[in-house]
Structure formats: structure tokens, C-alpha cells
């Protein structure tokens, strides 16, 4: 099955920085890879997605980019804010199969510092 | 309005009782999911139902039982708690061919 590896575990930034958080997966037909951002004691967020027919989609401070060779994603968020703080996770499925299972990395906790 | 839905938000129970925790979505989707996330965060799939059939069962003990009695409502039975169980569980929907997945607020079980 689909596995998917996340890094780094945690990243810690100064407002104004930018963060880059990594993810690779491990399934070709994986074509949906969305990130959710989940704020301490609250649900996860959809945030941003990308289908493997794009390379790049940004989204205001935020941009997802897809190497579908390589099989990795990452998630750029720039000029960062002290309220983007929280545990943002990526996730990989395949559309049209399996009705939308989603494989999570293991998550990244991002501290913004004012 | 209230996309998903969950009841109750924290459940405090002993090993070996049983309890369910329930959930519902108003957004007409299809497909419903449950995702349970322990201690560490980590956020893996448990079921899916689509149009109140099971699609995805993924390897949870026979304890855990979901029910879907209609495509908006999606519940879950767990049996003989463990201590293992604590987690926070998570119920999510979305639509056929759509695939983003829209998340409840989450249920808090704790087993003492």
C-alpha cells in the first residue's frame, strides 16, 4: 500500500521566514496530494491540494509543488505569521479508486516565532 | 451551519465498557470516513463507507464496528474498550469524484 514520509518532524521559523515542509510517496498512482493544517485541539483544515496533472498551485502565502518522478510534494508558506503555527500534515490517494483514501505523513509541527 | 458533526466530543470510560460515538454531515456528500489519531498525531484511516456501504476496512479489531444508517450518518461501535483505544477520532465525508475530505471536530476517548 501507499506509504508516506514526512519531513521535518518539527520547524521552527521567525516571522517573516519562509517554511518548506517535504513529503514523499511511495505509490506512482498516487494523484491527489492534498495538506491539511490542524491547530492544537481542533479539527484538520484542507488547506491547499494539488492533482498530479499540475506541478506547482499557490494559494496567497501559500504554494504546493509536485515532482511526480520523484515522487515527492512540498509545501512552501511564505512571509509566515505567528497564526500559521500548528501541525500541518500531507497526504497522498488516488482518485477514482478506493473513493478517496488518504495515506497521511506523519506531520510537521510549525512554530512561528513573533 | 455545522458541515460534520460529531457526538460527544469527549468520552471518559472504563476498559471493557462499550460505547459508540456518532457522527453526521449536511453536505449531501457520499462518501464517509474514520480516522483515528493517537498520541503522536498520527492520522490513519480506519473506515470508509460510500452510499452506506463498507469500502474500506483497514486492519482494526473486530471490536471496532461502524454502522451507517443512511448516507449522512456514520457511527461507531467500539466493544471491550482497551487502554489502547485512547485516542481522538476523527469522522470525515466527502463527495463522489471530489476528493477533498471535510473533518469533524473529532471525539477525545479516553479508557482508564
Known amino acids: 500500500g501507499e506509504n508516506v514520509e514526512q519531513h521535518p518532524s518539527t520547524l521552527s521559523v521567525q516571522e517573516g521566514d519562509s517554511a518548506v515542509i517535504k513529503c514523499t510517496y511511495s505509490d506512482s498512482a498516487s494523484n491527489y496530494f492534498p495538506w491539511y493544517k490542524q491547530e492544537l485541539g481542533k479539527r484538520p483544515q484542507l488547506i491547499i491540494d494539488i492533482r498530479s496533472n499540475v506541478g506547482e498551485k499557490k494559494d496567497q502565502r501559500i504554494a504546493v509543488t509536485l515532482n511526480k518522478t520523484a515522487k515527492h510534494f512540498s509545501l512552501h508558506i511564505t512571509e509566515t505569521q505567528p497564526e500559521d503555527s500548528a501541525v500541518y500534515f500531507c497526504a497522498a490517494s488516488i482518485r477514482g479508486t478506493s473513493y478517496g483514501k488518504l495515506t497521511f505523513g506523519q506531520g510537521t509541527i510549525l512554530t512561528v516565532h513573533p | 451551519d455545522t458541515a460534520v458533526s460529531q457526538t460527544p466530543k469527549y468520552l471518559v470510560t472504563q476498559m471493557g465498557n462499550d460505547k459508540s460515538i456518532k457522527c453526521e454531515q449536511n453536505?449531501?456528500?457520499?462518501?464517509m470516513y474514520w480516522y483515528k489519531q493517537d498520541s503522536k498525531k498520527f492520522l490513519k484511516i480506519m473506515f470508509s463507507?460510500?452510499?452506506?456501504?463498507?469500502?474500506i476496512n483497514e486492519t482494526v479489531p473486530n471490536r471496532f464496528s461502524p454502522k451507517s444508517p443512511d448516507k449522512a450518518h456514520l457511527n461507531l461501535h467500539i466493544n471491550s474498550l482497551e487502554l489502547g483505544d485512547s485516542a481522538v477520532y476523527f469522522c470525515a465525508s466527502s463527495q463522489d469524484e471530489v476528493p477533498e475530505q471535510y473533518f469533524g471536530p473529532g471525539t477525545r476517548l479516553t479508557v482508564t
Open positions: 463507507y460510500n452510499n452506506k456501504e463498507l469500502i
Open positions: 453536505l449531501g456528500h457520499d462518501t
